[in-house]
């Protein structure tokens, strides 16, 4: 299987976004790199030492690692990530993750209650990580400088599921909620860059799409202010392998 290549999605005068579909689930990585110091931090990295080799061969300085959330497809380069980064790396998560089991490594945990944020640091740049829970207690959106890095939050076409070991579909739908305020508020040309690319209803899978596209076309965002337009949706929890066992952890 050819070597996945890391693609620049994003790019100003002050910040660059490169993504990489990684791994047999097909997670989008991205890594955000701050222009004027060339420092980076890699979103939820599957596979540490590409990200590594990645930033050394564009003249990036890999300085640390933010977590969405805390599910094993998410968290499968944190340990890597730190040992290639040695003292200094920083690897942040947010400390709600514990409510599901997770006992990882990291170097900082966050604590903020759900649809607040924290700032985040990386070179010159500030982003908002803002808790959204639902599909895990503590998961993370990142937001700032034309992006959105949603996770397994908000896809492009719909949201996460909320089945799963700590998920919460009221929880969810409170933080879509507090989501499509903060992006109605925003330039609609930002771009949404989502944990996983799923086909959408018209064919397409797209691995980023624009906040205009986002709010007007996505399925959950819809169905936001319909108790039973909510409830109906299908992909909020499916009968399959990972729903049972969250039955049984639950």
Same mark, same amino acid.
């Given at each position: ?5 890391? =693609?620049?999605?994003?790019? =100003? ?15 989008? @990585? ?12 890699? !979103? ?23 977590? =969405? ?21 920083? !690897? ?22 759900? @649809? ?135």
């Amino acid at each position: 299987m050819p070597e996945p290549t890391a =693609t620049v999605v994003h790019s =100003t005068a002050a910040c660059q976004v490169l993504q990489a579909q990684l791994g047999e689930w097909d997670n989008l @990585n991205h890594l955000i790199v701050c222009t004027a110091s060339k420092e980076a931090v890699v !979103v939820d990295p599957f596979d540490a030492a590409y990200w590594f080799e990645t930033a050394a061969a564009h003249g990036f300085r890999l300085v640390g690692a933010w977590l =969405t959330h805390s599910h094993w497809d998410h968290t499968k380069g944190i340990e890597e990530a730190l040992a290639l980064g040695g003292e200094g790396f920083e !690897v942040v998560v947010h400390e709600a993750e514990r409510e599901r089991g997770w006992s990882g490594p990291h170097t900082r945990a966050l604590d903020t209650p759900p @649809n607040v944020a924290t700032a985040l640091h990386v070179g010159e740049l500030t982003f908002e990580a803002i808790r959204t829970p639902g599909h895990t207690p503590g998961h993370l959106t990142f937001l700032g400088h034309g992006i959105v890095v949603s996770g397994d939050c908000l896809f492009l076409g719909r949201c996460g599921r909320a089945d799963l070991h700590g998920g919460d579909p009221a929880s969810l739908r409170s933080s879509l909620k507090h989501l499509r305020s903060r992006m109605q508020a925003l330039p609609e040309e930002w771009i949404v860059l989502p944990g996983h690319a799923y086909t959408l209803p018209d064919g397409r899978t797209p691995y980023h799409l624009t906040l205009g596209e986002v709010l007007n076309e996505n399925e959950a965002m819809a169905a936001l202010d319909s108790d039973e337009a909510w409830t109906a949706l299908p992909f909020l929890a499916f009968d399959d392998a990972l729903a049972r066992r969250a039955r049984d952890q639950s």
